[in-house]
């Protein structure tokens, strides 16, 4: 812990007992940066998935339409069904990135200085 306390004085150019006092506001705010960084991560890989599979199913809906089978009507409805997925994991992803910053301000801070 002494080494913990040390190097973060040495960081933040404040005293050990400067350095004590911060750690548990600096240890709540990296776990919620950790937290939002996963959530930021795994949506947009989701969003990726998503938006690959809308446009697959969009591409076969273009073509049915194209041939006038029935099948492109349920297409219709899976590619819209993807498309608002999609949105709504992009709102999810684009509201982490923007939390992460409001609920880890001096995790930001420190991490723009090094």
Known sequence: M???TSKLAEL???GVDGA???YPVLR????W???????I???GIVCFIGMLAAGCVGLSNLLS???GDEIGEKMSKIFKTLCVFTMVILIILVTAAIL?????PDIMMILEML
């Open 2 to 4: 002494e080494v913990l």
């Open 12 to 14: 933040l150019q404040v």
């Open 20 to 22: 004590t006092k911060a």
């Open 28 to 31: 709540e705010q990296y776990i």
């Open 33 to 39: 940066y950790k937290v939002m960084e996963n959530i």
């Open 41 to 43: 991560v795994i949506a």
């Open 65 to 67: 339409f194209a041939q």
């Open 100 to 104: 992460r910053v409001v609920l880890a």
